[in-house]
């Protein structure tokens, strides 16, 4: 017997979505305060988002609520730091940069935050499943993340 996964190959969604820049309901906006960010898509499984990055913006270190996902930059570039965490070890920061084209996937437990380093904007697709309900927010310590807020879909954003 052959188990199928059902499941959608998040990063091919999410290359899909930034292949059909004319289909998206908004032209992407981009917001000298904060990130803009906008809901493209929403299905049983899964969600996707369109998000802009003018120069210096980005995330703090964060979940997904226990949603796995993928991103795929549209355009310009992005820099993604990834945190390992051993027991008795200080976390190990790992930091990758994706530009245009590129994407990556990441599961239920991943903690990252993403900054546009560069000097021109960038626009990104994302694609969680199932649909975030929650994010929690950490600072990075000495010795581990600690917790800052659990925001909640719906309130914070």
């Not at 969604?13 to 493209?40: C, G, I, K, S, T």
């Not at 990834?82 to 530009?99: F, K, M, N």
């Amino acid at each position: 017997m052959t188990v199928v996964d059902a499941r959608p190959d998040h990063l091919a969604v999410a290359a899909r979505f930034a292949d059909a820049p004319e289909q998206w309901p908004v032209a992407p906006r981009f917001n000298p305060v904060d990130r803009w960010y906008h809901r493209l898509h929403v299905a049983d499984d899964h969600e996707v988002w369109l998000l802009t990055w003018l120069p210096g913006q980005g995330t703090e270190w964060h979940d997904h609520g226990g949603s796995a996902g993928a991103f795929h930059v549209f355009g310009g570039t992005l820099t993604e730091d990834t945190v390992a965490l051993t027991d008795g070890r200080p976390p190990r920061v790992t930091s990758r940069e994706l530009g245009e084209g590129a994407g990556r996937r990441f599961g239920s437990h991943h903690v990252h935050r993403m900054t546009n380093r560069s000097h021109r904007p960038a626009i990104s697709v994302h694609v969680y499943g199932p649909a975030l309900t929650t994010m929690t927010k950490y600072r990075l310590g000495a010795a581990s993340l600690e917790v800052l807020t659990v925001e909640r879909a719906g309130a914070q954003w």
